[in-house]
């Protein structure tokens, strides 16, 4: 694994997640090094300052909790010290991702093959829908997407993305997971391992929540600009994953 770098977002009150995901990463043979989680409870002005929330209302149609921009931020710090470091590659995990077996192996290949992607997720909540385009591993390809595919509990990135995200992704409008695969916005390479080789563990509960008795999603009359948006979106991801199968074919069925 010369030149990967893995980081472990964690909050420093969740010390029986650090120990779940360190004993996974202990079998895998993948040492790590802990990033502290932004903690939403204790944000201070400069960092609230980040989400834009009238954008955020309008996109996502719902009111912003603010776990999620303590997530948001974490991950742009797992950016910020990825190119501190001398890695050529990060893999940043959530502490409640569920690991594989088969992730060392998909790693090695993603890292064979570095010249296909810029960022690959490892991990999904929805499908997706993966356009197969190169073997990494033994049951694993290399996928464009075509469809939406939210989750960032496992993801590998190189310097090329990280710049990008570290130069674009503030403030925050939308939740981690809806903005940082769409690779028309930042000029990337985006991918999909697929089948995933890494899953969320269901049996950790989630820290990102919402105050109780507070709705969270406005009335379907107040979303319209949401789904506007969403609509705006899903075909730009459409457009964006053709164009990269047919770049993909036509680079594959070029003579060597």
């Known amino acids: 694994m010369d030149g990967l770098q893995t980081w472990v977002i964690n909050l420093d009150r969740a010390p029986e997640r650090l120990a779940r995901i360190s004993r996974q990463l202990q079998r895998l043979a993948l040492p790590f090094t802990r990033l502290p989680a932004v903690d939403a409870g204790a944000l201070q002005d400069s960092q609230r300052a980040w989400l834009d929330e009238p954008a955020y209302r309008r996109k996502h149609g719902m009111t912003p909790v603010l ?3 303590g997530c948001y931020l974490s991950h742009v710090q797992a950016m910020q010290r990825f190119l501190a470091s001398p890695a050529r590659w990060a893999l940043v995990l959530e502490d409640d991702v569920l690991l594989h077996d088969s992730l060392p192996a998909v ?3 993603l890292m064979h093959h570095a010249d296909r992607w810029d960022m690959v997720k490892l991990s999904a909540v929805h499908s997706g829908t993966p356009v197969p385009v190169l073997q990494v591993a033994p049951g694993h390809a290399l996928a464009v997407m075509l469809s939406r595919c ?5 993801y590998i990135v190189n310097r090329r993305a990280a710049q990008a995200y570290a130069g674009a992704l503030l403030p925050m409008s939308l ?16 991918r999909l391992v697929t089948p995933t080789p890494c899953g969320h563990d269901n049996q950790i509960a989630s820290t990102i929540v919402a105050p109780a008795g507070v709705p969270r999603k406005f009335h379907w009359t107040r979303r319209l600009p949401a789904f506007a948006y969403r609509l705006g979106t899903e075909s730009r991801r459409l457009r964006y994953g053709l164009g990269h199968v047919l770049r993909e074919k036509l680079a594959s069925d070029s003579p060597t």
């Open 107 to 109: 790693l090695q290949g």
């Open 67 to 69: 776990g999620e921009l």
């Open 150 to 154: 939210t989750g960032s509990s496992a």
């Open 175 to 190: 939740p981690f997971d809806h903005v940082f695969d769409q690779g028309w916005r930042f000029g990337l390479k985006v």
